[in-house]
């Protein structure tokens, strides 16, 4: 009977997305047109499990929970609470973390959020920290601001200054570091980084935190993955706390953690501090349908199978930066021992936003990226390159191989283009690469390598579409 008698201001409760909106079904059916046939090399990045977006899909989205386990301000919630301690054990458990010796919050709702609810714990209004600078690898959140402008909260309100890399090897400059901590008394030194290929001493930061009397905090928000898997050094060893996001090299949904020291002597408040900066000082009610998410990640994560991917991903970085070296190109410290490769253009004399748009044609999906000494921030000199999505897609080596050649046949492309758009400017070159007209040549190619692109990347599958259903969407360009 119940059933039966549905009002009609509910029934749109009941109808499938493509019935309801078929214009954000076919939203959805184009994006993921796109994943299938392109090939995802942005290195924060990465494709979550069918398990995890099943999830972060589910009912769980209805509850409210603010607060903690046992203590929360909504009733209902004993089986979020399962869910919440399933979470935490899996986090730590991920990480081979005592749980004598650390904790950890799984509420944040992203990396920045995580960071920001960390300096909240951790910090003083106007407090000072030192972060690697974003022209160098770091990330907004660290601090980040210009001549002009104090550009995120972390510069708004707390006091930054950045530290660097050393021109010469491109590697951080620990020693410039520590002289630049004498003169400025960081109450928090951020380690982590956004686009840097190498692993971190973080003995050499922590001996800097130590003399200064300040926190050691590591962002892993794109090498998490790798830390679990033990492929690169474990900050947990030196640092107090440890954020990272769930979704880069992690494979999970999109949010964040924050791990923290529960033995500290002089700081045995740390999980209160943490906990009551998560919520109520940042944020409301957590994500529980995410929340889900990040414990069936964080399992998966725990499985040896994912020390093979972790590895993979590793070995298809440098094969790519191989394959990149050979064809005569230079990357930023040459090499890589992660996920990503950053890629110096300025040799072959273009910019990393033309190289990112004509890749963007092909269906190559990268990003423009500073390089070392790059004289401006708004046509940067190189593109950052990752492996965690393609070698999610089932890629290795030889087939990472096959990705750097059509890169550098991107590059040459560009080099024809921008002849052909007689000019160095970015408009100039995007209406030729997008001109059959005035491209000529180089329209062409870059329509013959767009071909030969989608060819490549629709072979492999994308976890969470059935290839057998999955059919062209309307609205999609035709080949
Ligand atoms: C991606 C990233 C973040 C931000 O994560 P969001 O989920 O986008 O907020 C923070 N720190 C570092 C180092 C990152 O690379």
């Not at 973390?97 to 106007?126: I, R």
Request: hydrophobic share 40%; charged share 20%; proline share 5%.
């Amino acid at each position: 009977m119940a059933s039966s008698s549905i009002p009609e201001f509910n029934k749109m409760l009941y109808t499938p997305l493509a019935e309801i909106d078929p214009e954000v079904k076919n939203i959805i059916d184009k994006e993921t047109w796109r994943q299938l046939n392109g090939l995802e090399l942005i290195a924060s990045e990465n494709l979550t499990s069918a398990s995890v977006m099943e999830a972060n899909g589910s009912i769980l989205t209805n509850k409210y929970s603010e607060g903690l386990p046992g203590q929360r301000y909504y009733g209902g919630n004993e089986y979020i609470d399962e869910l919440e301690q399933l979470c935490r054990a899996r986090a730590l458990k991920a990480f081979n973390l005592d749980p004598a010796k650390w904790g950890v919050n799984v509420q944040p709702y992203s990396g920045s959020t995580a960071n920001f609810a960390a300096f909240t714990a951790l910090l003083q209004p106007q407090d000072r920290l030192m972060g690697l600078g974003l022209p160098d690898g770091g990330h907004l959140t660290h601090g980040y601001y210009t001549a002009k402008k104090k550009m995120t909260a972390s510069s708004i309100y707390f006091q930054s200054f950045p530290y660097g890399i050393d021109p010469a090897t491109q590697l951080i400059d620990y020693d410039a570091l520590s002289s630049q901590a004498k003169i400025f008394k960081p109450r928090m030194v951020v380690c982590g980084a956004s686009a840097y290929p190498r692993d971190w001493d973080y003995s050499k930061l922590r001996a800097v935190a130590d003399r200064e009397g300040a926190w050691l905090l590591c962002d892993m928000a794109h090498t998490s993955g790798l830390v679990a898997a033990q492929e690169l050094n474990s900050p947990f060893e030196y640092c107090d706390v440890v954020t990272t996001t769930t979704h880069k090299t992690l494979r999970g949904p999109r949010a964040g953690l924050i791990f923290f020291r529960k033995d500290l002597e002089h700081a045995k408040d740390l999980e209160k501090r943490v906990n009551e900066a998560v919520f109520p000082a940042c944020q409301g009610g957590p994500h529980n349908n995410t929340i889900a998410g990040v414990a069936t990640a964080l399992l998966q994560v725990a499985q040896p199978a994912f020390k093979e991917y972790a590895k993979q991903v590793i070995s298809n970085a440098r094969a790519l930066a191989a394959k990149l070296v050979a064809h005569g190109h230079k990357l930023q410290t040459g090499g890589s021992d992660n996920h990503l490769v950053l890629w110096d253009l300025r040799p072959v004399g273009l910019t990393g936003s033309k190289v990112e748009k004509v890749c963007d044609l092909m269906g190559i999906t990268i990003n423009k990226n500073a390089v070392s000494g790059d004289a401006s921030a708004l046509a940067p000199g190189g593109i950052r390159i990752g492996t965690s999505a393609l070698t999610s897609r089932n890629m290795r080596e030889a087939d990472v191989e096959i990705v750097a050649d059509f890169l550098h046949r991107a590059v040459e492309i560009s080099l024809l283009l921008q002849k052909e758009a007689g000019s160095k400017l970015l408009k100039d070159f995007v209406r030729v690469a997008t001109n059959q007209e005035e491209g000529k040549v180089g329209y062409t190619q870059v329509q013959e390598l767009k071909k030969e692109v989608q060819a490549f990347a629709s072979q492999w599958p994308l976890p969470g579409v059935d290839l057998s259903t999955f059919k062209k969407p309307a609205g999609v360009e035709d080949h």
